[in-house]
């Protein structure tokens, strides 16, 4: 199959579309922008699923076992014969898999957005950025070499901090723009350190000939270089690990994700449930051969990912706004496929985290967007982000309703929907692998169902809110996708997953356990059973439960005070021990230097000036003077 007829486009429509909408689309296409953007977006995703479609069952297999395709490459930058970038496309089962669900989601988000953000003044720009977006994040997924993945990274970047900022006038919006630019940038400064430790050792930026050279040839090479007594390689990977958790909101950088809730809430759902925050996760599957190399940067991605899901998942159930719930809940989701591919490299039964791990981006992608667009509609419908405002919206909302509870029982993983089958298996892998981290992931998963549903029933149930909404539950582009994603989030689970998608691109079989699947449905059961206890009725129970806590819900609810910790650190002891006396050097060093050439320069000059004074008889008198310290030189002084 020649992929390279094609391949292409799917990136290329979404910059298309970006280009086109951003330069003529206030002037030209106000009103069709979105359909522009929404029709170059479907044709990338038919494309999409036509490449998995033909990746996956007629040529992608070579034996028991899924090749790695170079669709598309050339060469870039040339340094020398054997130095060289080259840009290209690769299809492999990730990213396969992540081409439909990036084209996929975005899909729903820019249909979704056509009666959401219907009336915007910038609404054509808003398609332009959502464009921009997607163009990244598939030039992300698919490429060739480490330095190109660099590149879509910070157009990532660039991109989200478009779309969160994209209220310019409200001060809290540009401010959570510019926190998640600066933090993932301080985190992408690791990445690219890590980028190049590893192509230093490995000779190569191309993915495929780093790692096949760093398995074989120069391993012993970057194992034996180390600083500070740990190996080049663990230094590399962690760098890079370092970058992909500030790119997925992994503690402790996650400190930007709940600020980014102030995009619109379309962009919530493209951005912070199926594309960006997955990039992290991605990466480390990307690289996993090399990850499963060093155990201590496994360990790291283990401790890393364990403690985001657990924490998260504590300061999900404090929270009132509806769109940092959900944002805690994907820093707590992305936790699990993190920890996931963590426990794959040791212990248990080998791939069955990392298929795991992909397994659940692949579900999460359909159920948290799912979520994200649900709070959509209630946000448009109540006109609040608070749940203290909502309550009894399930009369009028029938159809968010319905689709907002079936993500619910998605994400708490409670059979038959799509969240129970990845997480089961990542829960069952680290049972093999971890059983303290099982235990915490187990825990965790009984506050995921706890807070999901406390939100699902203050929103749909508690108390009757009365709504004179002249808009209904929205246009038709708007319900569309709820009904599709709910689809999705009811039968993606029943995908044989393993069969496609595995850590050395062989097929596994369903490790799939009723037995085992009782204590994670059991701990599902309880957190949905004591949300409906607290939540499902207007009661002081839950004011009751939280006052018995004290001091644990007063912390839990500041955010475990990261946020303040972290302005003390810049504001007090940066600024003091560094920023001041900085200053001071600045000042009084830097400044006074210039300063004092400067004096001196204009002393000097003033004192000279006279030389040149445009007197013909005072240059006489220089130049007969010259003439007579001469003569005394060369008569008296020279020997």
Request: with cysteine.
């Amino acid at each position: 199959m020649n992929y390279s007829s094609y391949i292409a486009l799917i990136p290329l429509l979404p910059l298309a579309g970006f280009i086109l909408l951003g330069i003529f689309g206030r002037k030209y296409f106000k009103s069709s922008s979105g359909i522009i953007g929404t029709g170059l977006l479907l044709v990338s995703t038919v494309l999409s699923l036509y490449t998995a479609y033909k990746y996956f069952f007629v040529d992608g297999k070579a034996g028991d076992t899924y090749q790695t395709i170079t669709a598309l490459k050339f060469t870039w930058l040339s340094f020398s014969e054997n130095v060289s970038i080259d840009m290209g496309i690769i299809l492999d089962p990730i990213s396969v898999m992540m081409l439909v669900v990036v084209t996929f989601v975005s899909l729903m988000v820019h249909v979704f957005s056509l009666g959401y953000m219907k009336g915007e003044e910038r609404f054509a720009t808003y398609y332009a950025f959502l464009s921009l977006f997607t163009f990244s994040m598939l030039g992300l997924v698919v490429s060739s070499n480490l330095f190109q993945v660099y590149i879509f990274w910070e157009l990532v970047g660039v991109s989200s901090y478009l779309l969160i900022g994209y209220y310019y006038d409200k001060p809290s919006a540009v401010a959570a723009s510019k926190k998640a630019f600066v933090v993932t940038r301080f985190a992408d400064l690791g990445f690219l350190i890590g980028i190049l430790i590893l192509a230093f050792y490995g000779k190569s930026l191309d993915i495929k000939t780093l790692m096949e050279n760093l398995q074989s040839s120069e391993l012993a090479a970057i194992s034996a270089a180390s600083f500070v007594g740990i190996s080049a390689l663990t230094w590399g990977l962690t760098l890079i690990f370092i970058g992909g958790a500030g790119k997925s909101a992994m503690f402790p950088l996650h400190i930007w994700l709940p600020d980014a809730m102030e995009g619109p809430t379309p962009v919530s759902a493209l951005i912070h449930a199926a594309t960006m925050v997955v990039a992290g996760v991605y990466l480390v599957a990307r690289l996993f051969p090399l990850f499963a190399l060093t155990h201590a940067a496994l360990s790291i991605v283990t401790f890393v990912g364990i403690v985001s899901a657990f924490l998260a998942a504590i300061i999900a159930c404090t929270q009132t706004d509806i769109k940092r719930v959900l944002a805690y809940s994907t820093m707590s989701q992305i936790g699990y496929m993190m920890f996931a591919l963590g426990i794959s490299g040791y212990g248990g039964e080998s791939g069955l985290g990392y298929t795991a791990s992909m397994f659940h981006l692949f579900t999460h992608a359909f159920f948290k967007s799912l979520l994200f667009l649900g709070a959509g509609v209630v946000i448009h419908f109540i006109h609040s982000n608070e749940i203290k405002d909502m309550g009894g919206l399930r009369k009028y909302l029938p159809i968010t309703n319905l689709s907002f509870l079936i993500a619910c029982f998605a994400i708490a993983g409670i059979p038959p929907f799509a969240g129970f089958f990845s997480k089961e298996e990542i829960l069952l892998a680290s049972y093999h692998s971890n059983k303290m981290v099982f235990a915490v992931a187990l825990l965790t998963s009984g506050l995921t169902a706890f807070y999901m549903f406390r939100l699902y029933f203050s929103i749909f149930w508690n108390k009757n809110t009365v709504v004179n909404s002249h808009h209904g539950e929205g246009p038709v582009s708007m319900k569309l996708p709820l009904v599709i994603l709910a689809f999705c989030s009811i039968f993606a689970g029943l995908i044989p997953f393993g069969e496609f998608v595995s850590s050395d691109g062989k097929a596994l079989d369903s490790h799939f356990d009723p037995l085992f699947s009782i204590a994670p449905v059991l701990f599902g059961v309880v957190g949905i059973l004591l949300a409906m206890w607290m939540y499902k009725k207007e009661s002081n129970k839950p004011k009751q439960i939280s006052n018995s806590l004290g001091g644990l819900y007063k912390v839990a609810y500041k955010k475990f005070y990261i946020d303040e910790i972290y302005v003390f650190i810049t504001k007090k002891i940066i600024f003091n021990l560094i920023g001041r006396p900085a200053a001071w050097i600045d000042k009084n060093i830097v400044d006074g230097l210039m300063n004092g050439i400067a004096n001196t320069t204009a002393a000097v000059s003033n004192w000279i000036k006279g030389v040149q004074s445009g007197k013909v008889q005072s240059y006489a008198i220089y130049f007969f003077g010259g003439i007579v310290a001469l003569a005394i030189v060369f008569l008296y002084l020279w020997k």
